[in-house]
């Protein structure tokens, strides 16, 4: 296949032109890297090879000023912001950059497209007057600082630009705008040297100054890459640019205009890929060069061309394990490395200066896998230490002192780092950073060999802190955390790890502007969506619209025809084509299917294949989880019915058999993390506890009103004492904790306030036992072992002669939650009749242990519901109505229950039946 670049080498070597005194100049150093590669199979003779430059590299020799980045640049503008604003004006750096890259952006274009600045900035500013506020005789200071601002537009440019001319340097703008003042002086030291320009399209009016003035004085020689059917076209974006510099440029009155070509028209084979979501699109790519891979060894010639550069890393994780050769001409994102994390983390740990840290963030961090390993220290894994620990004290914020006491000072440097002196100066915060990357380094070099990938990501946020810490020691903008740490953001979003491979071999996967003047037999294009190609409208300036089309500058009509561009030339002599969009329009990525495909059709000129992928979604029968009972599951079986089974577990069964199963056969537990706000269930506990200790001493007593009363005096101190022993260091003096402390001592102080109601009435509390333990074994002849039952029951009391069995629940339990009508739902009905099952296994438990006479009463006291006092369990006949002593519990209430409680451990205990997920 002849490209476009061997095309070019080819007619100049027919009019014998001698092609080591030419300085090629291309769009990008990666076209000039396959004009070297071309340039071999041309020449058959040793020569010199000719000078090789892209146009950035051309106009900067020619401006004789070094192009620097966008943040040093910014960091410029601001010494100008600064020098030039009165000091109760100004804005902080943080600040500042959020609009001074917007107009840094605008003041490139304006130089590029060689506009007289004053003139522009003149006029923007009468603009501000006029629309808004000009009428208004007495300005606000808001309206006058916003006026001014806009009057010191054109003072901020030339300061800014005089500084930068001082220190030879500048932005690209301000670079070509130089190039072209020195553009006659260059010609006149430099009367021999020829230039060939190949493969441009749009060009800034600097760039058409300077190859026009090169082309008529005889120093140049340019050739497009056009096809007939776009520059035929008067209305295809295609062509655009193109017609225009035909039309316009007095050389082409006069001389040959290189090359309108015909490789557009001939046949190809187009295929059109219609896939939902970005990451379809990255499998799907991988399927095609699977395919492609078994007809084409190499894959030489084949392009993956990414409409999304944001594809990268699941297009490289779907390419198929056979493809051997491959070039990357994108880098690495940095923000998606997982070193962008740690140091995001640790940033946003520290944008405010506190001495005390918040338990999540440093739970993150230790757990981050660059620094874990750094507390692995002498066999012992102290991040999983200091990570316990905050969770089993409910620790919400620790101090530096407290983290070191934890971790034995055996990680003091490390915990230094990441937490002190990060308010001190910058210079320090920047210090702890590098100082950390190389403690990372020395963990790392120890396995030298598996760590060579993120040996590498350290080197290259080593460069990057070593760029802040320059800025900042030349400049000293940064003045805290938050200013730091949004420049930290800007340069991530910017810079790149860079691939390393063999440019000329195997597959290429680049972006849409590194395929200029690039050309492949086999081409991937993906996302070609509105939105993306072409990008569409995007207000990114100052400049408005209207004055933008008054001077000649790119609007986003322009953009999109240079994507037009871009699309249709990678289509001119690639023979295989497939293009793949997004089905699933997304307003933020990506709209509908793109109208080049659209426009790719009505042409007609090519028949395109038409596609639409969707993944194989497989039925999937929601059928509940179901686990079968193994011996080795009988046998653990066994152990707990042996040890005993809790009247909570056998609810737990009732409730869902797979909880059950994951909770007593295979012990897991549920994940016990800190409680930033008390739990209920540790509210729970402390009223329990709280209780416990005031009744504990009046067992076999008979209460009095005064007991009660004394037992009120107590409630903050007894409650204050079994937070601090449940909830440990948890802080209860603020915020949602310290209304549930409130609460607990209410709850409590109403339960009591129920109790001296009730003695005041007449009737009699004699306290039996409280939070009584009881074991008892349970006779079930179809099982070949012994079964037991254990549980602890809250309270016994005796209540006008007759034993209650007493069980306290802070939720909110209502009457109905205590009755049954029919003895076989009480253990397949968790929901209605959880509760009542509970407290008649205590009342079944107390009976055969031969500890007390029935008939008895059960029941519960609600703390959310304590008006409506003890709610007894009651049995209700069928009609809804009680029977006579309903709320009493005799022997033939515990025979009935005592059969459905055999039942259902028998169930647990038949190998037959699976313990089989409920619906929650």
Known sequence: MATFIFDVLKDLQNKHVNLSSITFILPSKRAGIFLKNQLTQVVKETIFSPEILSIEEFVEDLSELKTISNTELLFEFYNTYIQLTPKDQQESFESFSKWGQILIQDFNEIDRYLIPQKNIFNYLSAIQDLSHWSLEINKTDFIKNYLSFWNKIFTYYSHFTEQLLLKKSGYQGLIYREAVENLEAYIQN????????LGFNALNSSEETIFQELLQNGHAKIYWDIDEVFMNNSIHDAGLFTRSHKNKWHYFKKNNFDWITNNYSREKNISVYGIPKNIGQAKYIGSILKNLKQGNDSLNNTAVVLGDENLLIPVLNSLPSNINALNITMGFPLKSIPLASLFEHLFHLHKNQSHSFYYNDIIILVSHQFLRPLFYVNGIDYASKLIETIEANNLIYLSVERLKE????????????????????????????????????????????????SLEYLFRFNELFNELTLLNSKYKHIHDISTLYSIFKELLSTETLDFKGEPLQGLQIMGMLESRVLDFETVIISSVNEGILPAGKSNNSFIPYDVKVENKLPTYKEKDAVYTYHFYRLLQRAKNIFILYNTEADVVIGGEK??????????????LSY???TPKVPIIINTPNSITKTQEVIESIKIIAQKGFSPSSLANYIRNPIDFYYQKILNIKEYDEAEETVAANTLGTVIHNTLEDFYKPFIDNFLTVENIKEMKLLIEKTVTYHFKDVYKEGDLSKGKNLIIYEIAKRYVSNFLDLEITDLKKGNQIKIVAIET????????????????????????????????????????????????????????????????????????????????????????????NLKSGFLKFAKKDRSGAYAKKDALITVETLNYFSIQLKNLILEICNPNIPFTEKEV
């Open 406 to 453: 934890i971790t034995e000072a055996q990680c003091n440097s490390t915990i230094d780092l990441l937490f002190l002196k990060w308010h001190e100066t910058i210079n320090e915060a920047l210090k702890n950073c590098s100082k950390l990357i190389l403690s990372i380094k020395t963990y790392l070099d120890e396995n030298k060999a598996s760590n060579l990938l």
């Open 594 to 607: 793109s109208r080049f495909i659209t426009q790719l059709e009505y042409e007609d000129i090519h028949k």
């Open 611 to 613: 596609h639409l992928i």
């Open 190 to 197: 430099n009367p021999n040297k020829d230039h060939v320009f």
């Open 773 to 864: 333990d009881n074991f008892i074994e349970i006779e079930i002849p179809e099982l070949n072992f012994p079964v037991k039952i254990k549980g602890k029951i809250d309270r016994i009391d005796e209540y006008n002669g007759i034993i209650r069995i007493v069980d306290y629940k802070t939720g909110k339990v209502d009457q109905n939650e205590v009755e049954i009508i029919n003895w076989d739902d009480i253990t397949t009905d968790y929901k209605k009749f959880g509760k009542s099952f509970q407290i008649l296994t205590y009342a079944c438990m107390m009976h055969m242990s031969g500890n007390m006479k029935l008939p008895i009463e059960a029941g519960i006291f609600s703390f959310k």
